[in-house]
């Protein structure tokens, strides 16, 4: 009987421990993002991998999570081999990563949050980046486009915006498909930029966009209304 209660003692130990680490990873990635909807993590650990803070997996779901102004529709992760410090934790204090972390993980980003996060930074200064590279001569870094509205279609985006210049703006429209070219890099090809008076500027060129090294896409689809996304990242301390 001693023993039968020793044994429960420890489990609702090790089921609160897990509680408060699950906690404190929700707080930690509530802090990553400045708004989450819907937010679940699940952890897979023994007692003495907890107790010694390397987690072996941790799955997260979410939905409607906005990270630098850009409206994420919904995202699963999968993260494993993850060093924390869990005495600190244990203590009250915010979680932290104690060595890099691959991230394995699937991000679907619909049209209409995709024109929601057109006032974000991040967003707008990415395509303006784009337009420049396409075409410096025609629209260089000194006139800024008011980005108002993407479309999602197959293989394809479709932009609209207006060019300020001075006293004066002048719509456009700008067509480009997109492929992924490999686990960092995408293609930009078949480029239309079309302003709302003028001659439609056609470019046959294609412009190779690197993510950087720590990002890994294994998939990128580009479906009407709809981006899908597949791949791994690197998450530093």
């Not at 691959?102 to 395509?127: H, M, Q, R, T, Y």
């Not at 456009?172 to 500027?201: M, R, T, Y």
Request: with cysteine.
């Amino acid at each position: 009987m001693p023993e039968q209660n020793s044994q429960t003692t420890k489990a609702n130990k090790i089921r609160i421990i897990t509680q408060v680490l699950t906690t404190a990873v929700k707080l930690w990635l509530r802090a990553q993002v400045s708004q989450i909807s819907k937010l679940e993590v699940e952890i897979k650990a023994s007692d003495r991998q907890i107790l010694s803070g390397r987690i072996p997996s941790i799955s997260i779901f979410a939905t409607h999570a906005v990270y630098q102004g850009l409206l994420i529709t919904q995202i699963q992760l999968m993260a494993e081999n993850i060093q924390i410090n869990i005495g600190s934790v244990l203590k009250g204090q915010p979680l932290r990563l104690l060595e890099t972390v691959l991230v394995v993980g699937d991000l679907i980003v619909d049209e209409k949050d995709l024109n929601s996060s057109l006032s974000s930074d991040l967003l707008s200064n990415a395509l303006s980046d784009l337009l420049v590279k396409v075409s410096p001569t025609h629209y260089p870094q000194s006139q800024p486009i008011n980005w108002q509205e993407i479309i999602l279609d197959n293989n394809q985006i479709i932009l609209r915006g207006v060019r300020v210049t001075n006293s004066e703006t002048t719509p456009l429209k700008i067509c480009l498909g997109l492929q992924l070219l490999s686990g960092h890099e995408l293609q930009v090809a078949h480029i239309q930029i079309k302003p709302d008076q003028g001659h439609i500027l056609e470019d046959n060129h294609q412009y190779n966009l690197d993510l950087g090294s720590d990002v890994d896409i294994q998939e990128l689809t580009l479906i009407p209304g709809k981006l899908v996304c597949r791949g791994r990242i690197n998450v530093d301390p």
